[in-house]
């Protein structure tokens, strides 16, 4: 009799891979589903042929295959359904963990006991599992073709920003200086920590102040997501125009996060001489930029791999690995900052997105470890204190960093540092006035050499920041935008609310 053929065993390797980016096409990158494809081909594909060993039987190998793949893969999802379970027996207690593990043992030796005992031909259940293991990854396939047919229709959409080159642009400076520009995510303005917080930061701005910063006061983002921000401030102007381009309904973020890995700031650098140097953040389009003279690596993990491994059977396995991990990313950053003046030539354009003190909470004031999720974090106080012990620690990284950069550099470099957008702990239904605040006001400090700080004001906004410094050390003559703010959500993040007279008064 003719064998059925076995493909469902390797489809259901790769179906939880596909699913995952194709649920989250508008934000992961496709080449960070091909390493976790391989290992778990390679995975199926060894175990099966284990199987096949010791069953002597292809057919039933292929099942107890795919039953395994399919525990594996569906662990994480049981364990978020079962968060928080907790069972005390005594001095002891049980958790999720405790009772899906031999669960899900119990279920793969029943299986293998009845597949080693029955003589029943499995083909018929090949078969079956063969077409539903296709169906589910056409699914998913035509989820993600679907999206890159949309995505080919505005690809050639962006036309605004273009740096224009004149003679003033292309003009000789006898002195390039290095330009660091580093975003602390969910760095909350002074103004934020102060009265809504209840936060004295002054020591912090104060260090700066001293070290030749310019801190503007009353900074406040142009947008309050970092996707929309970096792509806004990396390209020198407002991006609302992505409401028609793309769709005021669209989820869709491949177009900026295009526009933050290949920004009109690099390019135009780049044009003028410089080597352009990007930390690897381990989110999104700061992952990773291939157009960087030096990127960066500091971590092993990507987002998608991190989220990955969570739905996966290895989750309690890995749960301080990926904390570890997060870690060791913000502190290479911060070591490695300093470096690079040193280890590739000048002029440099030095960009770095660290995600603190944005929540996870992975370090405490003096930089102890933590892991808090922010879901874990019940009540105000608790946040407060959890992102306030971790700005705490990033001042201090800070702090040192920019004493070593200053110190070290033969020419007085540029320094920016700012956020993406600023905190987020007021409940919207307490003030959406203070929500408001809160989640546009940002540090933005700059240490512009050779007494340049004049143009700066205290409400200048990302979107001017390169505008101001072409200007006053590349010859450029951009004209500043007006600052304003603009308030969307992640559920419709291209309905551009102005909410400029809302946080400003004016």
């Given at each position: 009799m003719r064998r059925a053929i076995i493909a469902h065993p390797f489809l259901f390797a790769l179906y939880p891979i596909l699913f995952l980016y194709a649920y989250n096409v508008d934000f992961a990158q496709l080449r960070d589903t091909v390493l976790p494809m391989a290992v778990a081909i390679a995975s199926a594909v060894v175990l099966f042929l284990s199987l096949s060993i010791v069953l002597k039987d292809k057919e039933k190998a292929g099942l107890l295959t795919s039953l395994l793949v399919l525990l594996v893969f569906s662990y994480g999802h049981l364990a978020d359904a079962t968060e928080g379970f907790r069972l005390a027996?005594?001095?002891?207690?049980?958790?999720?963990?405790?009772?899906?593990?031999?669960?899900?043992?119990?279920?793969?030796?029943?299986?293998?006991?009845?597949?080693?005992?029955?003589?029943?031909?499995?083909?018929?259940?090949?078969?079956?599992?063969?077409?539903?293991?296709?169906?589910?990854?056409?699914?998913?396939?035509?989820?993600?073709?679907?999206?890159?047919?949309?995505?080919?229709?505005?690809?050639?959409?962006?036309?605004?920003?273009?740096?224009?080159?004149?003679?003033?642009?292309?003009?000789?400076?006898?002195?390039?200086?290095?330009?660091?520009?580093?975003?602390?995510?969910?760095?909350?303005?002074?103004?934020?920590?102060?009265?809504?917080?209840?936060?004295?930061?002054?020591?912090?701005?104060?260090?700066?102040?001293q070290n030749g910063f310019y801190v503007a006061a009353d900074s406040r983002s142009n947008y309050v997501m970092t996707f929309l921000?970096?792509?806004?401030?990396?390209?020198?102007?407002?991006?609302?125009?992505?409401?028609?381009?793309?769709?005021?309904?669209?989820?869709?973020?491949?177009?900026?996060?295009?526009?933050?890995?290949?920004?009109?700031?690099?390019?135009?650098?780049?044009?003028?001489?410089?080597?352009?140097?990007?930390?690897?953040?381990?989110?999104?389009?700061?992952?990773?930029?291939?157009?960087?003279?030096?990127?960066v690596q500091c971590g092993r993990f990507n987002e998608f791999t991190m989220v990955l491994l969570q739905t996966t059977m290895l989750r309690p396995l890995t749960r301080d690995l990926v904390s570890s991990d997060r870690r060791q990313v913000v502190l290479c950053t911060?070591?490695?900052?300093?470096?690079?003046?040193?280890?590739?030539?000048?002029?440099?354009?030095?960009?770095?997105?660290?995600?603190v003190p944005h929540p996870p909470f992975l370090f405490g004031p003096n930089g102890e470890p933590l892991?808090?999720?922010?879901?874990?974090?019940?009540?105000?106080?608790?946040?407060?204190?959890?992102?306030?012990?971790?700005?705490?620690?990033?001042?201090?990284?800070?702090?040192?960093?920019?004493?070593?950069?200053?110190?070290?550099?033969?020419?007085?470099?540029?320094?920016?540092?700012?956020a993406d957008h600023g905190s987020k702990s007021v409940n919207w239904?307490?003030?959406?006035?203070?929500?408001?605040?809160?989640?546009?006001?940002?540090?933005?400090?700059?240490?512009?050499?050779?007494n340049a700080e004049d143009p700066l004001y205290d409400s200048i906004t990302p979107v001017n920041t390169f505008r101001l410094v072409f200007n006053l050390y590349l010859n450029t003559s951009h004209d500043l935008l007006e600052d304003r703010t603009y308030y969307s959500t992640a559920k419709n993040p291209y309905k551009f609310n102005d909410i400029t007279v809302r946080v400003t008064g004016h």
């Open positions: 027996l005594g001095a002891f207690v049980i958790d999720s963990d405790a009772v899906l593990f031999p669960l899900c043992g119990i279920l793969f030796a029943l299986a293998t006991y009845y597949l080693v005992r029955t003589r029943k031909n499995m083909r018929t259940a090949t078969n079956i599992l063969n077409v539903v293991a296709v169906a589910l990854v056409a699914l998913s396939l035509f989820t993600v073709l679907s999206y890159e047919l949309r995505r080919s229709a505005y690809s050639g959409g962006r036309s605004a920003g273009e740096m224009e080159d004149n003679p003033e642009a292309l003009a000789e400076v006898d002195t390039l200086p290095d330009i660091y520009y580093i975003i602390l995510d969910a760095y909350a303005g002074p103004t934020a920590l102060d009265e809504i917080w209840d936060y004295d930061n002054h020591e912090f701005t104060d260090f700066l102040t921000s970096l792509s806004s401030s990396l390209n020198m102007e407002y991006i609302n125009y992505l409401s028609d381009l793309l769709g005021a309904e669209s989820k869709n973020r491949q177009l900026p996060y295009e526009m933050i890995q290949d920004s009109e700031v690099v390019r135009f650098l780049k044009s003028r001489g410089y080597k352009f140097i990007h930390f690897q953040s381990g989110w999104g389009p700061t992952a990773r930029n291939d157009h960087a003279d030096w990127d911060f070591s490695t900052l300093p470096e690079v003046q040193h280890r590739i030539e000048a002029p440099r354009f030095v960009f770095a997105h660290i995600l892991d808090t999720e922010p879901q874990f974090v019940r009540g105000p106080e608790a946040w407060q204190r959890h992102y306030l012990g971790q700005l705490e620690f990033v001042n201090k990284q800070v702090q040192t960093m920019v004493e070593t950069i200053l110190s070290e550099a033969e020419i007085p470099p540029i320094i920016i540092l700012q239904h307490e003030s959406r006035i203070m929500v408001y605040r809160e989640r546009t006001g940002i540090l933005n400090a700059y240490h512009l050499p050779h």
